[in-house]
């Protein structure tokens, strides 16, 4: 793990305030994806309309931006789903993720930028996939516990939230040294073809990786940073090392995939995988944050809000409105206030205009 913290003080440096405003686009579309087929527990289909519930609307309007709220996509039920190679309803996962897809390419070819409010974590695959037809040079910062790079022949579950990763990758194409690691063709993904290079994507908050993701992650070289990596350097130290893998060589769309669960479940407790040991609010917020200093943020996912595995409503409440929060400071709201730049302070008013007492 290369750390070239110099080099990223020196491109932060150059992207002065004024370009960065530029590079960004000043339209947002929010678009629900109420999907629950990528795992086995029901109820992360609501994770679109409790994370609309806690304000997201509401705090993005207060921000730089014309707000586009499209509301959620209708998936189709498909309902011969056997599963295929242990890989739990195949055919449902793949409709939904190419609906998805054309529908963030549109938006994007559009000009906005694009949040993706889930349901689970296998609709990462439409997302980023949409996002690079018309951003065929982008990278990706997947925050999360969990790896998501299992293919269907290693994955100890068979649900897809866990595999959406590898069938990104270009790389699973060709035959690793571990059996299995190679990417079959399931029914349902024949409109799927792999996009993205492993040098181009970035994991931040890993806790809970499988053994044959371990492999993987391993024999392709894949930079990631575990919980511990985050102790030992530090949330700014791992944010440096990050944004000088992804942009040292270029400028690029950045598409930012954030799963709930990378929090510790003190603060998300509504999810369905959680983990011990995740990131604090502070350097959950500080990744957001730093991603939008770039400039470069062009899309985003935000997943796996299930409203019905919250102990009680506030146990709801707060992981929704933790989700809120990490969408809105993507997009630019900071620990000091959102402030429109536009503002304007009144002037004051000459004496003959005050009020006499």
């Not at 950045?254 to 995988?273: M, Y």
């Amino acid at each position: 793990m290369a750390l070239r913290g110099p080099v990223s003080c020196l491109l932060r440096t150059l992207l002065s305030r004024s370009q960065k405003q530029q590079i960004r686009a000043q339209s947002v579309a929010v678009l629900g994806a109420p999907f629950s087929r990528g795992q086995k527990r029901r109820g992360v289909e609501h994770g679109p309309k409790v994370i609309r519930d806690a304000g997201l609307i509401e705090r993005l309007s207060g921000l730089d931006y014309s707000v586009h709220d499209f509301g959620d996509l209708n998936f189709p039920h498909i309902e011969k789903d056997e599963p295929y190679m242990e890989v739990k309803f195949p055919r449902n996962v793949g409709a939904a993720n190419k609906i998805l897809s054309g529908a963030v390419s549109r938006a994007i070819g559009a000009g906005h930028t694009f949040v993706m409010l889930g349901g689970d974590h296998s609709l990462a695959i439409g997302s980023v996939s949409g996002h690079a037809q018309q951003c065929p040079d982008l990278c990706l910062v997947w925050v999360d516990a969990h790896a998501d790079i299992n293919t269907p022949v290693i994955s100890p579950s068979g649900n897809l939230h866990g595999q959406p990763v590898a069938f990104m990758l270009k790389e699973l194409q060709s035959k690793l040294p571990l059996p299995g690691c190679t990417m079959p063709s399931l029914p349902g993904f024949s409109w799927m073809k792999p996009f993205l290079s492993s040098r181009d994507l970035v994991y931040i908050g890993l806790r809970d990786v499988d053994p044959g993701e371990h492999h993987i992650l391993k024999d392709l070289g894949i930079q990631y940073f575990t919980m511990r990596d985050i102790d030992r350097l530090g949330i700014q130290r791992v944010m440096e090392a990050t944004l000088d893998h992804l942009l040292a060589r270029k400028q690029r769309p950045i598409h930012l995939s954030f799963d709930i669960d990378a929090f510790d479940p003190s603060l998300a407790p509504a999810t369905g995988t959680p983990v011990n040991g995740g990131l604090t609010y502070r350097e959950g917020i500080y990744i957001t944050e730093e991603i939008h200093n770039t400039g470069l943020l062009s899309a985003m996912d935000l997943v796996e809000v299930n409203p019905m595995l919250g102990a009680n409503p506030e146990a709801v409440e707060a992981t929704a409105s933790l989700a809120v929060d990490v969408i809105a400071s993507s997009l630019g709201q900071t620990r000091e206030g959102a402030h429109g730049s536009n503002m304007e302070i009144p002037s004051a008013k000459d004496d003959t205009e005050q009020l006499c007492l």
